[in-house]
Nanobody, 126 residues
């Protein structure tokens, strides 16, 4: 049974940092491109970052470029999202998912992604 589990969320002040983790069981995260998405209250889910399995290349939404860094540890079968300089607009539930159609990141088209976790809440507030 495939299971994705996100962790690392919490309450942080503006300007602070968090590191999210996405651990998979029953699924090799090293084979597919893996994406991080987020959904803020009252808004649609949006893509945040992606890491390719083919060459390790990464992709970021303009809103997080220069502040967020995606990485993966194949030995732990885990993908991370380091979030620095957090802003209140980053408040959302964060999800990871596998792009079942690509090994190279090419955007955040949701119908290409599958195996969503339950998400982890990130709240940025003073």
């Amino acid at each position: 049974q495939v299971q994705f589990v996100e962790s690392g969320g919490g309450l942080v002040q503006p300007g602070g940092s968090l590191r999210l983790g996405c651990a998979a069981s029953g699924f090799d995260l090293g084979y597919y491109a893996i994406g991080w998405f987020r959904q803020a209250p009252g808004k649609e889910r949006e893509g945040v970052s992606c890491i390719s399995s083919a060459d390790g290349s990464t992709m970021y939404a303009d809103s997080v470029k220069g502040r967020f860094t995606i990485s993966k540890d194949n030995a732990r079968n885990t993908v991370y999202l380091q979030m620095n300089s957090l802003k209140p607009d980053d408040t959302a539930v964060y999800y990871c998912s596998a792009n079942l159609m690509r090994r190279l990141c090419a955007g955040f088209t949701e119908h290409e992604y599958g195996y969503w976790g339950q998400g982890t809440q990130v709240t940025v507030s003073s």
